[in-house]
């Protein structure tokens, strides 16, 4: 097998907005999703971040730690600033054997902000891309010497977003610096998923799938809600419920001989999209697409 099936609690619980999911336990969450038939999970808030407490209680559920996600904030810190308030995380993907680490550089965002349209991201100071390239390169060199490679997480509502970001951040970037495809934020930016996936596989080292209800897409641009509201009124599924062509996605990935985890990370109001029913059908399709274009 060269790639594994994995899931984001996001299905269950929500980091950026806690409120969705709040009552529902970890337990619930790893249950369910092994249930599903997934063999990992990402970090989530619910998560204790000892690798003594977590790795026997992931082991009782024979699930994998995948990565968990990191607010990077190298625009305004140090390298020598980075690499000392990643040091917590950092160990505790190491020893739970999770070799990827998903980073975003949170600068100025805007998604965590219900109040603010997720148009109104901060863009990208132009004249700073070769500068941080180099930072964010030599944080990745050191990451790696420790035995976990950076994959960049371009997200909505921060100041890498689109595919000329995406564009602009590999080009002033090293090998180092793997690139996180998330099939849902770029259709959401508006770039094409297989497009992205084409021009950049040989730096795809992690994958999130999440789909894209497309009547509801152009019902928030229309409407200029903020990321989380588009959230909630349901912008995000798993895949094979939306619109992004996975079928053309896992082809370019199988042509690049892609290794690595293929993580549902779909966002809903587990109130309305239940959790246990939304993560099988996820598990399902991935399962199915993954093993029609031969990743299985």
């Known amino acids: 097998m060269t790639v594994k099936l994995g899931i984001n609690p996001l299905t269950w619980t929500n980091d950026d907005l806690p409120s969705l999911g709040a009552e529902t336990p970890l337990e619930t969450c790893l249950t369910e999703g092994r249930q599903a038939g ?25 699930l994998n730690l995948v990565s968990g996600w990191y607010s990077c904030e190298l625009l305004t810190r140090t390298v020598e600033e980075e690499i000392e308030a990643v040091q917590d995380h950092l160990v505790l993907l190491r020893e739970l054997g999770a070799n990827v680490m998903v980073l975003c550089e949170v600068t100025g965002c805007v998604h965590g902000d219900q109040r603010t ?24 060199r050191y990451t790696l010497s420790q035995g976990v490679q950076i994959a960049y997480h371009h997200h909505m509502g921060t100041v890498i977003e689109s595919a000329s970001d995406i564009d602009n951040l590999m080009e002033h ?4 610096v793997g690139l996180l495809l998330d099939t849902g934020h770029l259709t959401f930016s508006g770039a094409d998923p297989v497009a992205v996936a084409d021009r950049w596989a040989h730096r795809i080292n992690h994958v999130h799938c999440k789909d894209v209800r497309k009547d509801v897409l152009a019902d928030v641009k229309n409407r200029k809600t903020s990321f989380l509201d588009a959230v909630l009124a349901g912008v995000y599924t798993v895949p094979g419920d939306g619109c992004v062509n996975y079928p053309a996605v896992f082809e370019v990935l199988k042509a690049s001989n892609y290794e690595g985890w293929l993580v549902v ?15 099988t059908l996820g598990y399902n399709n991935l399962h199915r697409f993954a093993k029609e274009a031969g990743l299985l």
Do not use: C, M
């Open 38 to 62: 997934f063999e990992g999970f990402e970090l989530g808030n619910k998560f204790p971040r000892e690798a003594a407490v977590l790795g026997p209680i992931l082991a009782a559920h024979d």
């Open 265 to 279: 990370e779909a966002e809903q109001d587990p109130s309305i999209a239940h959790p246990l029913t939304y993560a």
């Open 117 to 140: 349209p997720v148009y109104q991201r901060p863009l990208f100071p132009a004249e700073r891309w070769e500068e941080y390239g180099e930072k964010l390169t030599a944080f990745a």
């Open 173 to 176: 970037t090293g090998p180092e």
